[in-house]
């Protein structure tokens, strides 16, 4: 144990115990491994550490001193002499009245024969706080005119005292600096550098985690906490008091009804929290018992305590309890549950669908519209952080970008009262688009990629994503009439840079679901009855391996030698020129390369118009790229650059070059090579949760015969 005389080195406060000190220093101790590392990096950092009986302890000063040293930015460690001093004198006011009390907060969190040590360090902590905001009172920053080291320093503590609900807001200079801090650049892109979180304590690592998801200051608050947010603070949040509100999953009553055990969700977690009511203790307690139960929504105040049940580590006592909307339908319309269609039973997906407006009430379609949620911001972040541009391409067109011709036509010649006989047409009896709206026939788009080529080529990389439509009377499971589209474009680069492109964005999709979405794809894995095993090994694996790469001739070779060889026998035999089926693409991910295969060099005469011929004038550069459980997730090629082949190529596959006259300027005036891909957002979606059918991963599925909602 180190002695009490290097406690009082960290703290001024003499009469904390030396056993919760210890618990302090236990917290803070850095490996020796750790500790050479610091060392080697910068020399001036051995002088930042300071020492006990139990090893060596590191400052928080000492480790965003390094910060400053892998950073580009050159004025992090102070512009001048002055300014490296008050950066150290401040440095040290953190270390010494911030930190260490905020580390000693932690350590006796949830324990209540700590309670005086709990409010004693407390009041220590919030003192300092209102000294610092003094500090700020005609500063911008803490030392200097700029971002200093310091400044990351303070910004981690005030970060996490306010995720722990221990920051004041009415400390107004706090909260503007701390605005402006969070507002620049180099304060995510610090606290985001992979080499510091080898270094940094576990309270910088954990503020840098929450720092999207918490804002600081602003005029909006839910005036709750979210479950999700209650659930993951644990421990730190007993014995406090807090505002929850959401649906009822649950209710049952103990003790001849003076008991209600309400099992609470708000859709932030796939989880729940236990409210417990009491007819002595919970005012409203009638209204909730009389509330008409599963569905009925509330709002309780009440207080955070550990739960004596086993599977969930906390429970809210609730002081009080407001109905805000009963569930309505009883025999006669009267308040209760017994028609309430999201009852508490299993139901399937097929009657989930039925009742469209209701399912984001059930674990299963929640969870898949959080990893939605979480799949679309992933596609932005990845794009945005590679300096791509967002283009919003037009939803209605008079392009056929597939050639295919399965498109929805957009037209006002059809009004609620229309007959056929009022229909304007041609001499040939053809419908006369001329005096539609437009102006000529105009469909629902099937790509933005035509559209966004355009700007590809001026603003170099660019991606778009919207919503695309296709008229194919399709009832398969894998198939919509109307879905998302991620499309890239990428100019001056080939098929191989194409597919490198592809790799890494699925890669990091599925990265980004194992770190972020952790509750829901064990809630898939684990909890859903009908949900995938070895999920999110399966993603792993995905994130972690580098794709397999084959051609289409070779692939198909491939398929025919292992039916030969009695190894697999398919609905349809694999022959060259013909497309790949969905058996034949899990075969390859799923048999053969147990991962991500990418396919490339099509046939020509199975491929669109727009993608380059190959010199063997036969292929194309067209990559597919094919995952287990799936099949093909991604289509993408180089793109045809040459104008007279790129007409050619128009006319062979039935569309008029002079109806394409725009696409084809492309070639015209500084032509490039350029490529791209197209993603169906919903097949994402299914690759990520497991989910096999296309319409339980979107929230209003549009199918033929089928368009409620």
């Not at 020796?32 to 910068?42: F, K, Q």
């Not at 002079?658 to 957002?681: I, S």
Request: contains cysteine.
């Amino acid at each position: 144990m180190a002695s009490e005389a290097s406690h009082r080195v960290l703290y001024s406060s003499e009469d904390y115990s030396v056993f919760q000190l210890s618990l302090l220093l236990s917290h803070l101790q850095v490996a020796d491994r750790v500790t050479a590392e610091l060392s080697s990096l910068d020399e001036s950092a051995k002088g930042m550490q300071l020492s006990s009986a139990g090893g060596v302890v590191s400052t928080r000063s000492a480790v965003f001193h390094e910060l400053a040293s892998l950073s580009s930015v050159a004025s992090l460690r102070g512009s001048t002499n002055e300014e490296s001093a008050l950066i150290g004198q401040w440095s040290d006011f953190s270390w010494h009245r911030l930190e260490v009390p905020l580390q000693l907060i932690f350590s006796v969190l949830g324990k209540t024969e700590e309670l005086e040590v709990f409010e004693r360090a407390k009041s220590d902590f919030l003192a300092a706080f209102r000294d610092l905001d003094a500090h700020l009172s005609e500063r911008t920053f803490i030392a200097g005119e700029n971002l200093t080291t310091v400044d990351l320093v303070l910004y981690a503590v005030v970060l996490t005292a306010h995720e722990l609900q221990l920051a004041d807001k009415s400390l107004v200079n706090v909260a503007r600096w701390f605005r402006t801090i969070s507002a620049l650049p180099a304060t995510q892109s610090a606290l985001r550098n992979k080499q510091l979180y080898k270094l940094v304590p576990p309270l910088v690592t954990a503020a840098a985690t929450v720092a999207s998801e918490r804002a600081f200051g602003g005029k909006w608050d839910r005036h709750r906490i979210r479950v999700k947010e209650l659930l993951a603070k644990g421990t730190a949040m007993f014995g406090q008091n807090v505002t929850v509100k959401g649906w009822i999953r649950t209710a049952r009553s103990a003790d001849k009804g003076s008991i209600l055990f309400v099992e609470l969700t708000d859709g932030s977690s796939v989880k729940s929290v236990q409210l417990v009511l009491s007819s002595e203790k919970t005012a409203g307690f009638d209204d909730i018992v009389n509330c008409g139960g599963a569905g009925a929504s509330l709002a309780v105040i009440g207080k955070v305590v550990p739960s004596p049940a086993s599977g969930q580590l906390l429970e809210v006592h609730a002081e009080e309890a407001k109905l805000l909307g009963a569930v309505y339908g009883g025999d006669n319309g009267e308040i209760g549950g017994k028609n309430y269609p999201m009852a508490k039973k299993k139901h399937t997906l097929e009657f989930l669908r039925e009742k469209a407006h209701l399912r984001p009430r059930s674990k299963v379609f929640s969870s898949a519209m959080r990893l939605r949620h979480a799949m679309a911001f992933a596609t932005h972040k990845f794009f945005n952080e590679r300096g791509f541009v967002y283009v919003h391409t037009p939803l209605i067109t008079g392009a056929d970008c597939e050639g295919a011709g399965e498109q929805f036509v957009v037209t006002t010649l059809l009004p609620e009262d229309a007959t056929a006989s009022k229909l304007p047409t041609k001499p040939d009896g053809k419908i006369d688009f001329s005096k539609d709206f437009f102006s000529r026939r105009c469909c629902l788009t099937v790509s933005g990629q035509l559209n966004v080529e355009t700007h590809a080529c001026a603003l170099s990389d660019v991606y778009t994503f919207g919503p695309t439509f296709r008229a194919e009377n399709s009832h398969t499971a894998r198939h919509l009439a109307e879905f998302w589209m991620i499309e890239p474009e990428i100019c001056f680069a080939d098929l191989v840079d194409d597919m490198a492109l592809a790799e890494d964005y699925v890669k990091y999709c599925a990265a980004y679901a194992l770190e972020h979405c952790a509750d829901d794809l064990h809630y898939f894995e684990n909890e859903y009855p009908d949900g995938e095993k070895g999920l999110t090994a399966r993603l792993r694996n995905v994130a972690e391996s580098d794709f397999a790469r084959i051609t289409y001739t070779d692939a198909v070779r491939l398929l025919q030698e292992e039916v030969k060889a009695g190894k697999v026998k398919f609905e349809t035999f694999p022959q060259w020129g013909e497309d790949l089926g969905s058996e034949h693409e899990r075969y390859l991910t799923e048999q053969v390369y147990r991962k991500p295969t990418i396919v490339i060099n099509y046939p020509k005469g199975i491929k669109a118009f727009y993608m380059k011929v190959n010199d063997d004038n036969q292929t194309v550069a067209a990559m597919d790229l094919l995952v287990p459980k799936i099949g093909e997730l991604i289509g993408g090629s180089q793109r045809e650059d040459n104008l007279v082949t790129l007409e050619q190529r128009c006319r062979e596959s039935g569309l008029k070059p002079e109806d394409l006259w725009w696409y084809n300027d492309l070639r015209r005036y500084g032509t490039v090579p350029h490529a791209g891909f197209g993603l169906g957002f919903e097949r994402l979606i299914m690759f990520v949760t497991g989910l096999e059918n296309i319409r339980d991963v979107i929230p209003f599925p549009r199918v033929p015969g089928h368009a409620e909602f």
